[in-house]
């Protein structure tokens, strides 16, 4: 009599107990992705709740509490980018046998979803810095239009 939950590739991680699970794979490949998209809601909400009702006033000024308020929620969905990023490193490096990034290939499911998990976050951290940047140099009211 066969077990019948050893044919069931739900049940890969009971035999194999040193990989991850899929909740924590999707986790490293989606929640950059998520934080990416949040952060650019985030910023049009803030831009148009901070600026557009003081352009009807007569000026393009913003409220100060606006930009630490997006440089809060900024700093939070980076954490979850940076989080997602180092665990799909970590998990990355116990499945895979190569010995280095560039050399990487993706030979199994779990393996392949770490590292475009490790790529995607690599990826889209760059891209937070950039829509971040111009709020170093540029008013809050300036940028938004």
């Excluded at 040193?18 to 909740?23: D, R």
Aim: hydrophobic residues 45%; positive net charge; glycine residues 8%.
């Amino acid at each position: 009599m066969t077990n019948p939950m050893s044919s069931d590739p739900r049940h890969d991680n009971a035999r194999h107990p040193e990989t991850p699970p899929n909740k924590r794979l999707w986790f490293e490949f989606a929640a950059s992705v998520f934080a990416w998209l949040s952060l650019g809601s985030l910023d049009c909400v803030v831009a148009w709740r901070a600026c557009v009702h003081q352009e009807q006033f007569g000026g393009a000024s913003y409220h100060p509490g606006a930009r630490v308020l997006y440089f809060v929620l900024w700093i939070a969905l980076f954490g979850i980018a940076f989080l997602s990023g180092s665990m799909a490193y970590r998990t990355w490096r116990r499945l895979s046998d190569a010995s280095g990034l560039l050399s990487a290939e993706g030979r199994e499911r779990r393996e392949f979803m770490s590292l475009c998990g490790l790529f995607i976050t690599l990826t889209l951290g760059c891209g937070f810095f950039w829509m971040c940047l111009p709020l170093f140099i540029l008013q809050m009211c300036l940028r938004a239009r």
